[in-house]
């Protein structure tokens, strides 16, 4: 049985399946270029806090937005990381 990859190396994957740059991703889902590189790292920028991992209300939403850009982008294929 295979190890199910992280999220943000999903993410990452997804959006290179889609053949979006960082930029383009930013333009259709509204989160700017450093949120999206902050998620394929899959950690928050330091802010002084030790737990840096993203969590998980936090991936809902941008998966949402992501399944959004799909759909909008490419209606041939449906959202799934």
């Not at 990452?12 to 383009?24: H, I, P």
């Amino acid at each position: 049985m295979s190890k199910k990859k992280p999220e943000h190396e999903r993410c990452r994957e997804w959006r290179k399946r889609m053949g979006l740059t960082v930029a383009e991703l930013a333009e259709a889902t509204g989160y700017s270029p450093r949120s999206l590189y902050w998620f394929e790292l899959g950690q928050t920028p330091p802010r002084g806090i030790k737990d840096r991992r993203i969590s998980d209300d936090v991936w809902k939403r941008f998966k949402m937005a992501c399944a959004g850009a799909a759909a909008t982008l490419n209606s041939r294929h449906t959202f799934d990381w």
